[in-house]
T-cell receptor
Framework: GIQVEQSPPDLILQEGANSTLRCNFS?????LQWFHQNPWGQLINLFY???GTKQNGRLSATTVATERYSLLYISSSQTTDSGVYFC????????FGAGTTVTVRA | EAGVAQSPRYKIIEKRQSVAFWCNPI?????LYWYQQILGQGPKLLIQ????????DSQLPKDRFSAERLKGVDSTLKIQPAKLEDSAVYLC????????????FGSGTRLTVV
């Protein structure tokens, strides 16, 4: 199957800072998703983004399918952004990366 | 719209005991998934159902894990006998058509095997 690699593994931010999370794939993928797992364990779908760029409030994502990577941008980070961010290859079932743990400090 | 319901929320058992988890997906969602999430890792698919049929159970340890979705609605996942390495969060998810971002996850069951 396709391998999903996320970087960095951990990120500590001061409130208000911007950051970029990266997801690399070992092969071309048709469908890619980003999820946020909050500190209570709830997984929430952020973006379905097979290609191009999408924005939702302070979050945006870009996927360059031909180069097998996707980026998640967090702008003006807030403490509520803390948690683990996963990208996942979607082939009618999700194959997750190991995640990036984000800690936003007040 | 009600979310994906899971129970129990937490479970502590001794090794070699059995345990069962329950999941009720979003009404009308044909596809149901069970994922295992070990601490510090991403969720790993255990089994995928389409209605009441199994689509993918290639990563289910069938010597000790079993799952069913008899009427194509709710589902149970069982472990018998449990091992220490089964300690994890078990997440249930459902989707309408299995793609295009339409996945909803439950809150999970945190299993501790001692």
């Amino acid at each position: 199957g396709i391998q999903v690699e996320q970087s960095p593994p951990d990120l500590i931010l001061q409130e208000g800072a911007n950051s970029t999370l990266r997801c690399n794939f070992s092969d071309s993928v048709n469908n890619l998703q980003w999820f946020h797992q909050n500190p209570w364990g709830q997984l929430i779908n952020l973006f379905y983004i097979p290609s191009g760029t999408k924005q939702n409030g302070r979050l945006s994502a870009t996927t360059v399918a031909t180069e097998r990577y996707s980026l998640l941008y967090i702008s003006s980070s807030q403490t509520t952004d803390s948690g683990v961010y996963f990208c996942a290859w979607d082939d009618y079932k999700l194959s997750f990366g190991a995640g990036t743990t984000v800690t936003v400090r007040a | 719209e009600a979310g994906v319901a899971q129970s129990p929320r937490y479970k502590i058992i001794e090794k070699r005991q059995s345990v069962a988890f329950w999941c009720n997906p979003i009404s009308g969602h044909a596809t149901l998934y069970w994922y295992q999430q070990i601490l510090g890792q991403g969720p790993k698919l255990l089994i995928q159902f389409q209605n009441n049929g199994v689509v993918d159970d290639s990563q289910l340890p069938k010597d000790r894990f079993s799952a069913e979705r008899l009427k194509g609605v709710d589902s149970t996942l069982k472990i018998q006998p449990a091992k220490l390495e089964d300690s994890a969060v078990y997440l249930c998810a459902s989707s309408l058509d299995g793609q295009d971002g339409g996945y909803t996850f439950g809150s999970g069951t945190r299993l501790t095997v001692v």
